[in-house]
């Protein structure tokens, strides 16, 4: 009977073991996609779940090669390939914008996905969950005291508002989180069904040369009508623009 090894349990059934192995990637890797997911990054559930599970496979699959074989197959080059191929996912999510390098956390969070699913490969589930919390803790903490410590460099929060013609939410996210990671409630109206005419509002907390150099790119989408923004201490009640879409 082929058998393989599961942190704690020791030597168990090939299957059941491939089993816990690949539940254990789609887990991980869906919790840390999650993440990714909320904060509307490129690299969402989908993507993690499937570079988790992927890098699991291949390394899982190396070691049972081995037992088969003997010492004809080394696991840790498999492991080097994968390193190698995830550095290539990853690049294509690293883009510059404006003189700015963009989707560097988004890379870093595909190298530590395929990471977590070669820990799980190798047979350590439970060492790969730990790592997978750390990871959470890194991507949900540091953020909001990164935030703390740049309210000290005169950010503030801003109320934005759009009037556009047709869906072109996907490029306001775009522009946004090329100029900060804090969005808050961004909502979405249709106001003329016939002329396909919308209402965005959101509030976003930037540098103010920021939130000009933002407004600016939103204004260059060619389906937008009107672009406003105002600093705020708190949320209004009514947009600068309520009249109109009313």
Not at 49 to 63: D, E, F, K, Q, R
Not at 156 to 178: A, P, S
Request: charged share 20%.
């Amino acid at each position: 009977m082929q058998t393989i090894m599961i942190e704690h349990l020791g030597e168990v059934d090939l299957y059941f073991g491939l089993g816990i192995e690949i539940v254990t990637g789609l887990i991980l890797g869906g919790i840390v996609g999650y993440d990714r997911e909320q904060k509307m990054k490129n690299a969402g559930i989908k993507t993690n779940v499937l570079i988790c599970i992927g890098a699991t496979l291949y390394t899982a699959i190396s070691m049972v090669m081995q037992r088969e074989l003997g010492g004809g197959i080394d696991p840790s080059r498999i492991s080097a390939q994968i390193v190698s191929g995830i550095g290539f996912l990853g690049a294509g999510a690293i883009f510059r914008d404006k003189g700015n390098v963009v989707g560097l956390t988004t890379a870093a969070t595909i190298w530590v996905v395929a990471a977590i699913g070669v820990t799980i490969g190798f047979g350590y589930p439970v060492i790969a969950t730990i790592f997978t919390l750390t990871i959470l803790s890194v991507l949900r903490l540091l953020g909001p005291i990164y935030q703390g410590i740049e309210a000290t460099k005169n950010f503030k929060y801003f109320h934005v508002e759009i009037l556009c013609q047709g869906d072109i939410k996907n490029f306001v996210k775009e522009i946004i989180f090329n100029t900060t990671d804090r969005i808050d409630e961004l909502h979405e109206e249709i106001v003329d069904k016939t002329n396909n005419r919308r209402h965005i509002d959101f509030y976003v907390f930037t540098h103010p040369k920021k939130m000009r150099s933002m407004a600016d790119e939103l204004k260059d989408i060619v389906q937008v009508e009107k672009v406003h923004y105002h600093q705020i201490d708190s949320k209004p009640s009514k947009g600068a623009f309520q009249d109109e879409v009313e």
